[in-house]
């Protein structure tokens, strides 16, 4: 595996990446999101492991960043210099007002490398990271996907950088679920598989750990979240 990433990007131009209905959905569910998610204990715990690890004034990407809440908060509050990507216009807006302390940007992850250009208005190059966090948003890829997704993330991470994400534990690719009056999209691994795909793509488990969650919301079923802290190998 290459460090910067490279092989990731080469296999993402070969890749029919198709998002169509995600960001529309998420768009229309807005602030619901929140509502039905009202609390995410196992995402603020593992926001706070982030936060304090890092040296202070890190760079932290945060991808998938929905309403920014929690994570974009937790991290800005700590005094980190943090950078949002979503595919949804919509939650950008909700993120941008409710962390004005950190930066958003429309972006999708397969367009993330160094040098490229990525969304439209956004900058030609993010830079390299301390931190990266990514809370339930690779779920949203293909499984083919997911381990590009990795191993661009990991290009963007300094040496010896943190990444702390969450998948749900569902061994499913691609799969169309009722999510708060929309459909969506996503994949899932078992907990032992989805540690081989994170390791394959650079990164030790420093951590992890799982909550059960029951959503607010009655058309999401109750779900095992899996949580990794992980650090970026050279």
Same mark, same amino acid.
């Given at each position: ?50 936060? #304090? &690890? ?7 990407? *945060?991808? $998938?960043?929905?309403? +920014? =809440?929690?994570?974009?908060?937790? !991290? ?38 160094? #040098? &490229? ?7 030609? *190059?993010? $830079?390299?990271?301390? +931190? =990266?966090?990514?809370?339930?948003? !690779? ?96």
């Amino acid at each position: 595996m290459s460090g910067d990433g490279h092989h990731g990007h080469e296999a993402y131009g070969r890749l029919e990446i198709d998002r169509s209905g995600q960001a529309e959905a998420f768009d229309a569910i807005g602030d619901r999101y929140d509502e039905a998610f009202p609390h995410k204990d196992g995402q603020v715990q593992s926001s706070r492991w982030l936060a #304090g &690890a890092l040296p202070a004034n890190s760079r932290v990407l *945060d991808v $998938g960043s929905g309403t +920014g =809440v929690p994570t974009a908060r937790e !991290l800005s509050d700590a005094g980190h210099d943090v950078v949002g990507i979503d595919i949804s216009p919509g939650m950008l807006k909700i993120a941008r007002d409710n962390v004005p302390g950190a930066t958003f940007h429309l972006a999708d992850i397969a367009g993330l490398r160094p #040098g &490229a250009p990525f969304g439209p208005g956004g900058p030609r *190059d993010l $830079g390299r990271f301390d +931190g =990266v966090s990514a809370y339930f948003s !690779l779920l949203m890829l293909p499984r083919a996907e997911i381990p590009l997704a990795l191993r661009t993330l990991h290009g963007l991470l300094k040496p010896d950088g943190l990444l702390a994400m969450a998948m749900v534990e569902a061994d499913v690719d691609d799969f169309a679920i009722p999510f708060l009056g929309n459909t969506i999209r996503v994949s899932g691994y078992l907990r032992d598989e989805l540690r081989q795909v994170v390791h394959d793509a650079g990164f030790d488990v420093l951590a992890e750990d799982s909550h059960a969650y029951a959503p607010a919301s009655t058309d999401v079923p109750p779900e095992l979240q899996l949580f990794l802290h992980c650090r970026r190998r050279a």
